[in-house]
């Protein structure tokens, strides 16, 4: 036991002024580690010192990675891009007061209620993940997402809002312009809006760089406003700018508070002292448990329901920074290291048993919030709250896995507020940026994504190609091979077969399926497929 406290306190990072705590003693490392690999720190301080005065650390794409100047503009390489973040801050703010006071209002004149966020990964799930855990019963304004193409999705969300479309505002999210599924997002929300009498773009806003696809076509439709991106903030270390604050703004959240907590996070975090640099210890946890090589499963277990989505969230973060194929110099390494999560106590009831006894091929990062409710908790049972039994349930769970041999992490903060949030998002994103430089990658591009959506384009192609055919043939019907022939010796059958059925089970489509007599139902492949009369 004394051993265990001693370790505890040896190796315990607390800082009041954020509320944080970081807990490293549950890894398995020895003492010589933290000072052998300062060889290894003192390099990649004077790299994050380079990163922030705006050295290309984005080299595939010539970019600088600038999330950091969003908190501190001061310190960004140019007068020019300090006075735009403190500009675009101004009129996040001054367009919420707009919004709240109901200077700005629908089209018929009625004041906004609801803020409909329209975008995907970084545009959605920061934003997204902290209006969860900030949402109280009387805010400004209720958020809404739509963050995928999924039809039955998008009615799901619009349905929601039909009573009230008058009052609602859209925001639209894409940084290039030309993500897709932002695109398809933006579209049906724009019938929606002309289904029931309304124009989508006196209810509408953007945020995109200047000069893009949305951005034209804003100007030329006349939207209410337009908030600007930079090519030198990734999608997924967004949240701090217009993509996460006029949302958050909009929904009554203190947005300076949130970026102060990230500033003080980051002037924790530029520290070349070891052990007083809270992502330099975290990131190092992170090498000692994969021993750089990734391949290991990091579980996170946030203890309590505010924090439910971070998950998610952190999984964009850590997995589209970290999952590389090759690093800085070329080499083949197959990097990554795989994130997933439930918040506890939910987790006992669910895959608990497979971390205790299943394979040792993870390590747990629990978050602990100390502060129950903003009320008073009643005694429940065994004179406790259930707040003492949320707790004990992090403690015992967290034992158990030490018991077991496993590792885990305990991130503390005090409570849940804007600057301990802040705080949070810096420190794991300052964490992913040293990790990083450790295993000589780079964090900040994302090319098997680019691969996903040249491979999706290559599927829609294919599947109008299919209908045209099959339209311009009506009358004849084509067993599957025969179709491949038909369109291209190029045509895989597999993808050919998921079209079909894709197309057959949405009568819009206009495409058909026809069964031989002898075919039996459980013979899909050798049915025919024509275009409906």
Not at 65 to 84: F, M, Q
Not at 484 to 497: N, P, Q, R, Y
């Amino acid at each position: 036991m004394e051993d265990n406290w001693l370790r505890f306190s040896r190796y315990l990072f607390n800082n009041e002024e954020l509320g944080l705590q970081l807990d490293i003693s549950k890894v398995k490392f020895e003492e010589e580690y933290l000072s052998a690999m300062e060889t290894k720190m003192q390099p990649i301080y004077k790299l994050i010192g380079e990163l922030e005065r705006g050295e290309i650390f984005n080299p595939d794409e010539r970019r600088m990675v600038g999330h950091y100047w969003l908190r501190s503009p001061e310190l960004a390489p140019s007068k020019k891009i300090a006075e735009e973040i403190y500009s675009t801050l101004q009129t996040i703010k001054q367009f919420a007061d707009q919004v709240h006071s109901g200077i700005l209002r629908g089209e018929k004149g009625l004041q906004f209620k609801n803020v409909l966020v329209i975008g995907i990964g970084g545009s959605s799930l920061g934003p997204r993940f902290l209006s969860e855990a900030f949402k109280k019963p009387l805010q400004k304004l209720e958020l809404f997402f739509i963050d995928n193409t999924d039809p039955d999705g998008m009615d799901r969300v619009l349905d929601n809002l039909k009573n009230e479309l008058d009052q609602t505002l859209s925001i639209v999210i894409s940084k290039s312009g030309g993500t897709i599924e932002t695109r398809n997002g933006m579209e049906e929300t724009r019938i929606f809006y002309r289904q029931n009498g309304l124009e989508f773009t006196k209810h509408a806003v953007c945020i995109t760089q200047a000069g893009s696809r949305l951005d034209l076509k804003r100007i030329e439709e006349n939207w209410l406003m337009a908030f600007p991106m930079w090519d030198w903030v990734g999608g997924r270390t967004s949240v701090l700018s217009a993509v996460g604050l006029l949302p958050l703004a909009l929904q009554g959240i203190d947005i300076d508070r949130l970026l102060t907590g990230a500033r003080k996070c980051d002037e924790l975090t530029r520290s070349s002292l070891t052990r007083d640099n809270p992502a330099a210890l975290l990131a190092l946890m992170w090498y000692a448990v994969t021993e750089g090589r990734g391949g290991k499963e990091m579980v996170i277990l946030p203890y309590k329901d505010r924090l439910r989505l971070l998950t998610q969230y952190l999984q964009q973060l850590i997995m589209e920074s970290l999952g590389k194929e090759t690093d800085l110099d070329g080499s083949v390494i197959h990097h990554g290291i795989s994130v997933f999560g439930n918040k506890g106590s939910t987790d006992q009831h669910s895959y608990l048993q497979q971390l205790l006894d299943g394979p040792d091929n993870f390590f747990v990062t629990f978050l602990e919030v100390l502060k129950d409710r903003d009320r008073a908790s009643v005694k429940i049972a065994e004179n406790s709250t259930s707040g003492d039994y949320l707790h004990a349930f992090l403690l015992g769970t967290r034992k158990a896995l030490t018991l077991k041999g496993r590792q885990s992490i305990t991130i503390t903060i005090r409570e849940i507020n804007e600057m301990t949030l802040g705080g949070l998002l810096a420190l794991f994103e300052r964490t992913v940026s040293i990790y990083a430089l450790l295993i000589h990658i780079n964090a900040y591009h994302q090319p098997a994504v680019e691969l996903g959506k040249k491979m999706a384009d290559e599927v829609i192609v294919l599947k109008n190609g299919v209908i045209d055919f099959l339209h311009a043939n009506k009358g004849n019907k084509y067993p599957i091979q025969l179709l491949a022939e038909k369109l291209g010796s190029e045509v895989d059958l597999e993808t050919l077969f998921k079209i079909l059925q894709h197309l057959v089970n949405n009568p819009d489509s206009g495409i058909r399926q026809v069964k031989n007599k002898e075919t039996s139902k459980d013979r899909p492949l050798e049915i025919f497929y024509q275009a409906s009369e």
